[in-house]
């Protein structure tokens, strides 16, 4: 199982960023698929996740409204888009299957 992120950048309060995990190594579209951050000094938290076929969804409580999450089964892909960004989203952010396998993360900085 591979996970690669990307998508991660600096950007200022209120802007906006679309991250990417391209998966492979396994069946994509047979799994659930989840985005968790990790702040400095901080535990790692889910953000959001989404079933295999992508009709559920479900969000950490900080991010609803703001953030989307949806997959490309087709692209072996899961997107995390990050709208109205705070300085409080700053984290590293990772995506998940299986509970068991990471990728190695994207910075997201959110900062003037």
């Known amino acids: 199982v591979q996970l690669v992120e990307s998508g991660g950048d600096l950007v200022q309060p209120g802007g906006s960023l679309r991250l990417s995990c391209a998966a492979s190594g396994f069946t994509f579209s047979n799994y659930d698929m989840s985005w968790y951050r990790q702040a400095p000094g901080k535990e790692r938290d889910m953000v959001a996740d989404i079933s295999s076929a992508g009709t559920i969804t479900n969000y950490k409580d900080s991010v609803k409204g703001r953030f989307i999450i949806f997959r490309d089964n087709r692209k072996n892909t899961v997107y995390l888009q990050m709208n109205s960004l705070k300085p409080e989203d700053t984290a590293v952010y990772y995506c998940?299957?299986?509970?068991?396998?990471w990728g190695q993360g994207t910075q997201v900085t959110v900062s003037s």
């Open positions: 998940s299957t299986q509970a068991s396998y």
